[in-house]
């Protein structure tokens, strides 16, 4: 009988956990982006428009305790900026707790964000934040053009961050 001794899988060298890139400060390179507004009248989308994304950055510290997103959002229809205070990772999504501020008001907002592919130095995410417009329309000021009924809207945003 032959003894035989199969080769070894060297281990994967030490990576770190989770979905964020290496600490750094990460912005999305122009046309990199997507951002869409959609307003909803119970259950009929009523208008959909493109925002354009103004700027965006991710700044992830070793020091911090959560990473920090920036959104600035420079469309026709949404002026704002959106700030992240708190982000929390399960399963490849991100959950941002974050404010939306328009004219200096700020509201805030739950950004859900499905992890599409992240590497060392890149981090691509998609996904919605649920507003109900009005208590955003009492809160901020924001409005739609008064023929345009709405109960909800909806923020979507798809990025890469490099």
Known sequence: MTTVTLPTVPPPPESRTGALPLP???TVAPGRSLVELTAWYGPLPVRRRRVSLAGASLEVSP????PEFRFEFDGRELRAALTTERVEETAGRLQLTAD????????????RLRVVDHTDDRLL???TARLPYRLLHRATGF???????????RLLV?????
């Open 143 to 153: 409005r739609l053009p008064w023929r345009l009924p709405a109960t909800r809207l």
């Open 63 to 66: 020091e911090a305790e959560h």
């Open 125 to 127: 995410v998609a996904g």
């Open 158 to 162: 798809a990025a890469e961050f490099a």
């Open 24 to 26: 750094g400060r990460y």
């Open 100 to 111: 939306l501020d328009i004219d200096d008001v700020a509201f805030p907002v739950l950004l």
